[in-house]
């Protein structure tokens, strides 16, 4: 495990926050592995996001009812895999 992983999690793991859309209804972002991977999902979920960027990653959090997964590369990036409704999953590499 990278050291940024050891880092973001010693300072945020465990943590979750919340907030309120305009509409009332209410968002959540955590950073928790074991809540993100928990029995949904599976190394092989991840199989082919790892192929694609070439490298190992672990998954440190999740937001918009896990339609946001956040992950940190070996390489110390910060990679975040999201799923809109309706839509292809897209991939945005977020500078680190």
């Known amino acids: 495990m990278c050291d940024s992983v050891i880092d ?3 300072v945020f793991g465990g943590m979750t926050y919340k ?3 305009p509409d009332g209804s209410i968002e959540t972002f955590h950073f928790s592995p074991e809540e993100t991977v928990g029995n949904y999902y ?3 979920d991840f199989e082919e996001f790892e192929a694609r960027i070439n490298e190992p990653f672990v998954v ?4 918009f009812r896990g339609y946001l997964i956040m992950f ?3 390489s110390d990036r910060c990679l975040v895999k999201m799923q809109a409704h309706y839509i292809n999953s897209a991939t945005i590499f977020l500078k680190h």
Do not use: Y
């Open 8 to 10: 973001v999690l010693t």
């Open 42 to 44: 599976e190394k092989v």
């Open 19 to 21: 907030f309120k859309h």
């Open 72 to 74: 940190i590369a070996q």
């Open 60 to 63: 440190v959090g999740e937001a």
